[in-house]
T-cell receptor, first 111, second 114 residues
Framework: DAGVIQSPRHEVTEMGQEVTLRCKPISGHDYLFWYRQTMMRGLELLIYFNNNVPIDDSGMPEDRFSAKMPNASFSTLKIQPSEPRDSAVYFC?????????FGQGTRLTVV | AQSVTQLGSHVSVSEGALVLLRCNYSSSVPPYLFWYVQYPNQGLQLLLKYTSAATLVKGINGFEAEFKKSETSFHLTKPSAHMSDAAEYFCAVSEDTGFQKLVFGTGTRLLVSP
């Protein structure tokens, strides 16, 4: 298995634009997590899904953030409109029976 | 709510020296504890986990950690550092058996000098 795949690896966008981050979890994993990593706040759990259903989105910072998981092999995290303070590395992780596996992250820069 | 505290944002050791990275946790119930490693421009990789079995947990790359309930600690150690161990290390805690919500510490960057 190729592991958790995130795209794009890097994204630079202008303030106010819509940004969509994508994640393909490991096949057979029934949990999917979105994390955000910044120098100031470290690693924060934004939202997680179980069997494609959002279970806890209490970490989503604002209504500008939304996440979907239309099927077991794909999830998106959307920011609309984006702001400079959204600049961070966004990680997707999936979990099967035991440990969580992380993708390589998307480095988002909002200018 | 559960939390972890990692003492020292940076730890420097010489190659061959003992590595000790500190983690203290706060949890209202018996916790599940994890150490992850992050290499530059990479995602997080699980080093080891404690899930209420043996208190001394061995992980990959020669790392181990000991769960000490009396000290609420889960420190990570390695007898002899290698240059390739230079990375950022994160301690994490979860109170639920499904590990749904991992709460991470702020991380410790390990620097290894020749």
């Amino acid at each position: 298995d190729a592991g958790v795949i995130q795209s794009p690896r890097h994204e630079v966008t202008e303030m106010g634009q819509e940004v969509t981050l994508r994640c393909k979890p490991i096949s057979g994993h029934d949990y999917l997590f979105w994390y955000r990593q910044t120098m100031m706040r470290g690693l924060e759990l934004l939202i997680y899904f179980n069997n494609n259903v959002p279970i806890d989105d209490s970490g989503m910072p604002e209504d500008r953030f939304s996440a979907k998981m239309p099927n077991a092999s794909f999830s998106t995290l959307k920011i609309q409109p984006s702001e400079p303070r959204d600049s961070a590395v966004y990680f997707c992780a999936s979990r099967g029976f035991t440990e969580a596996f992380f993708g390589q992250g998307t480095r988002l820069t909002v200018v | 709510a559960q939390s972890v505290t990692q003492l020292g944002s940076h730890v420097s050791v010489s190659e061959g020296a003992l590595v000790l990275l500190r983690c203290n946790y706060s949890s209202s119930v018996p916790p599940y504890l994890f150490w992850y490693v992050q290499y530059p421009n990479q995602g997080l990789q699980l080093l080891l986990k404690y899930t209420s079995a043996a208190t001394l947990v061995k992980g990959i790359n020669g790392f181990e950690a000991e769960f000490k309930k009396s000290e609420t600690s889960f420190h990570l150690t390695k007898p002899s550092a290698h240059m390739s161990d230079a990375a950022e290390y994160f301690c994490a805690v979860s109170e639920d058996t499904g590990f749904q919500k991992l709460v991470f510490g702020t991380g410790t960057r390990l620097l290894v000098s020749p």
